[in-house]
T-cell receptor, first 113, second 116 residues
Framework: SQKIEQNSEALNIQEGKTATLTCNYT??????LQWYRQDPGRGPVFLLL???NEKEKRKERLKVTFDTTLKQSLFHITASQPADSATYLC????????????WGLGTSLAVNP | NAGVMQNPRHLVRRRGQEARLRCSPM?????VYWYRQLPEEGLKFMVY????????ESGMPKERFSAEFPKEGPSILRIQQVVRGDSAAYFC??????????????FGAGTRLSVL
């Protein structure tokens, strides 16, 4: 069956360090992969999208990589800040039209001052 | 510059009652999506609608659940005869509907439904 896995354990890091979150998938060939941030009691907020033919994408302190051979995406936050503390979700778009996203359970990140 | 608006934010219903969840998309967006989120299951797609048209309802339970997006007014997710298992956070998202993978979905803050 199709599956998306993210680190189930919470990630705790010191302020200023780089946080790296993992998203692995099986039995998909996604056209796009997206990362969202979700704070408690709020809806997900879109961060970055990467296409299947892109290896890496950057936006300010965020970087996403996409390895279709390993079936894995890594999400990096450099120079992390306490305000980066949240749950980060990855979502796959199989069809290329972004209509029906398949979601991971998310990884909780805590950045300690 | 309002984003996606959902109401109510919290809804409490007794078993057997009806729940109506409302979603107003972002200005200029013509596509609406509904998701359900449970703590151990993550976000699950329920239904995708355009104005006056259900495009994909493959994630929606066949009984008791329905959705609409009328020509005027918000999208409504309706749950009839609620049961305790319906307790969850329900999120609505909207997009421009430009097509292609860059048609990003923007989410509302959700409605937390509690069934007593």
């Amino acid at each position: 069956s199709q599956k998306i896995e993210q680190n189930s354990e919470a990630l705790n890091i010191q302020e200023g360090k780089t946080a790296t979150l993992t998203c692995n998938y099986t039995n998909y060939s996604p056209a796009y992969l997206q990362w969202y941030r979700q704070d408690p009691g709020r809806g997900p907020v879109f961060l970055l999208l990467i296409r299947e033919n892109e290896k890496e994408k950057r936006k300010e302190r965020l970087k996403v990589t996409f390895d279709t051979t390993l079936k894995q995406s890594l999400f990096h936050i450099t120079a992390s800040q306490p305000a980066d503390s949240a749950t980060y979700l990855c979502a796959l778009d199989k069809t290329g039209n972004n209509r029906k996203l398949i979601w991971g359970l998310g990884t909780s990140l805590a950045v300690n001052p | 510059n309002a984003g996606v608006m959902q109401n109510p934010r919290h809804l409490v219903r007794r078993r057997g009652q009806e729940a109506r969840l409302r979603c107003s998309p972002m200005k200029g967006h013509s596509h609406v999506y509904w998701y359900r989120q449970l703590p151990e299951e993550g976000l699950k797609f329920m239904v995708y609608l355009q104005k006056e048209n259900i495009i994909d309802e493959s994630g929606m339970p066949k009984e008791r659940f329905s959705a609409e997006f009328p020509k005027e007014g918000p999208s409504i997710l309706r749950i009839q005869q609620v049961v305790r298992g319906d307790s969850a956070a329900y999120f609505c998202a909207s997009s421009q509907g430009t097509g292609g993978g860059l048609d990003i979905q923007y989410f509302g803050a959700g409605t937390r439904l509690s069934v007593l």
